[in-house]
């Protein structure tokens, strides 16, 4: 949420930070903003998309060699141009943006209005800049040193970055619980939320972590705790290409993303997945093996897509190492006082790595001597760093807003842990588990089978696109991918959407069936197949809109839809990974065919680093 770029150095800052905001466009996208040291601070901001701002802005004298952005997802304050970042001090003199939530800042600013403060804004992120102006002029010091005094004293979360008029070359940059990375070029500096805007010019970058404070000039990075101790920054290779941030031909970065799933599940799986030998070699759930084997639960915590992952991996972990498994939503866990036993195992799933909820939900279980697991597309991410262990997803950078390759890979991960500690444990015999090794090796190729029908869902999307509601309906493996093909739809098109169990919709849904209702069946061969086919059967004679995602050659299924989205066949255990492709391109093609923004929804933003 909110993409922060900065950049000081002898570069023209303003096109590096206005090509920066655009790649960091799908963390937020309701206001876009930057600040220029241009002769004094020039700040110029508007509510809308990054292209808002530049059309805006067309003319204007923007040299600088110093400069912030900030695009915006807000939280306190509608978005408008007066809320838009970066705000300014009350002297004029500072500019400020933020990434996060100021919790107590209405006491800050209480205090403030006590002193005869004025606010410009509804934000959070004004108060806190007047705040640390209020220290700098009441103590005469440093701009640093009353950062360092406010932050002390905030409670919540942040990034911010900061430009003073009187110190051109400088930018301080602190955090707590968002993320913050800088880049280190040759007499420069870049800043952003993620690496994807200096991208082109440094492969070096640090992560900051939680609790310091950065003084940036062009040929100087001092890193500090709040304690003002130094601290050696580590300085790391970045694994990214530039490639991979781009659309690459395709109309919409979702669109392009759904195509890479055979490539990024096979990514996930090299290295890890050997089929003849038998092995699954994964070093931060090998040194885990153990406890997870003896764990008397598995709870996993998530929001979103990431939850739904979680609850096939609860199929799946029940069924090959009988352990029991919970699935939690991060954001109730945390508040509800959990009850956490020495030995427990939580697996923490996050494609940015940042969940602000999934992130104090497994300090909270830390705390309490849980084993944390993190299963994560970010790398360096701080889910990734504060857990014991864990996976990467390895699905490379994910830019539509909407997930659709992080889920497949996190599946890939969590199917390859679960059929590691089944196998370890004795709960799955060797011949099954030999025989899911090579059907899990064969995914990425089904999914490329799977895609081919893209044209003729497209055609779907038309016939279906003016539906007022969608039902979505599966059972066992295929009940959470029900759910994850009903949310991408709302996500995408803004067509309501419900995904049930199938049989429990007999218990209220089927009400709503009638001859306008389109009920997506996840039907595809399994233990469960003819028990879906007897509900489709219900729906039928409710005159319902059949709509199926079905296995190759099922006749029967055919002859009760009206419509059929085919997948190729495979063990049950693996379906999702297959049955979820057609559903979000059924979500795609009804979003494009309404011409809605699929990669930037409404109200939504990516990495949700806000509670
Ligand atoms: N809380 C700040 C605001 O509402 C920052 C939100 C963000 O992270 O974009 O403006």
New binding site residues.
Partial sequence: ??GIVGYTGPREAYPIVIKGLRRLEYR?Y?STGVALQNNGLKVYKKKGKVAELEENIVGKDLHAHAGIG????????EPNDR?A?PHQSASGKLAMI?????ENYAQLKNELLKKGYTFK?D???EVLLNFIEEIMVNNECSLEEAVRVALKRVVGAYVILLLNEDDPETIIAARKG?PLVIGVGKGEHFLGSDASPMLEYTKEVVYVNDYELAIIRPDELILKNLGNEKLTPYVQKLDLELAAIEKGGYDHFMLKEIFEQPQTIQDCLRGRLDADAGTITMAGIDQYAEQIMNAKRIVMVACGTSWHAGLVAEYIFEELCRINVEVEYASEFRYRNPVISEGDVIIAISQSGETADTLVAIETAKAKGAIILGVVNVVGSSIARISHGGAYTHAGPEIGVASTKAFTAQLAVLTMIALKIGHAKGTLSNERYMGLLKELNAIPEKVAVALTHSEHIRKLASKYKDARDFLYLGRGYNFPVALEGALKLKEISYIHAEGYPAAEMKHGPIALVDETLPVVFVATRDSYHEKVVSNMQEIKARKGMVVSVITEGDETSTGLSNDVMIVPECDEILAPMLSVVPLQLLAYYIGVVKDLDVDKPRNLAKSV??E
């Fill in positions: 949420m909110c937020g309701d900030h695009t915006r997802w807000a939280t306190h304050g809320n970042h933020h990434n996060g939530i100021i804004s934000t959070d992120t968002s680093t806000v």
